[in-house]
């Protein structure tokens, strides 16, 4: 483990906190995430955590890991990419710090889509979304999100990533005649990079 991060970093709902323990099983929650990664990508701007560029395997390096949290520094080449996936038992936030990443989200669709168009229900799902993230922006990850990222770019990109608790499990995905479909579960070894 690499304690790079001060202790400043700590989550707020670590101190009280009201979303703590309520968007899983961590007292960490998503928007703990979202701006622990937001505050990791403005360090990795500023120079203080290098980055290395790998073409041939995706480079990662665990900037931190504490019982509820891991954080790590990714880069992306073109087309480099993680499978469709999901987070165990973790949930999760990333944040772009340079380049762009694709991201493919699985979506189930809206309560009210009896009273949408045939168009409409085409675009709500279920099935596949695809967003676009920029540097600066980022996505956050509640439990049962299933996604994939990868960089469709010709600049590499870089992102920061956090999870809670660890990653500790991740199911594999396909998506068949417009149905989700696990294909397989994997156990993530400690300090193993995740997706
Ligand atoms: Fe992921």
Redesign the pocket.
């Known amino acids: 483990m690499t304690a790079v991060l001060p202790p400043s970093f700590l989550p707020r709902s670590l101190h009280g906190d009201r979303r703590r323990w309520h968007d899983g099983p961590t007292p960490v929650s998503l928007g703990d995430l979202t701006a622990l990664t937001r505050q990791v990508a403005a360090e990795v701007v500023a120079g203080v955590h290098d980055v290395e560029v790998d073409p041939t395997n995706r480079w990662s390096r665990r900037l931190h890991a504490d019982p509820h949290l891991d954080v790590w520094l990714i880069s992306w080449t073109t087309e480099q990419a993680?499978e469709l996936?999901d987070?165990g038992g973790s949930i999760?936030a990333l944040t772009v710090v340079q380049g762009e990443l694709t991201e493919w989200r699985w979506s189930a669709g809206r309560d009210d889509d009896h009273l949408a168009t045939a168009e409409e229900l085409v675009a709500r799902g279920p099935g596949l979304r695809r967003r676009t993230l920029t540097a600066g922006s980022g996505a956050a990850?509640p439990l049962g999100h299933v996604?994939d990222?990868s960089n469709r770019r010709t600049d590499a990109a870089v992102s920061v990533h956090a999870y809670s608790p660890p990653l500790s499990a991740m199911s594999y995905y396909a998506v068949e005649r417009g149905t989700l479909t696990r294909t397989r579960s994997e156990l993530v070894e400690p300090g193993a990079s995740?997706?």
Request: proline share 11%; aromatic share 12%.
């Open positions: 993680a996936h987070h999760g990850f996604h990222v995740p997706e």
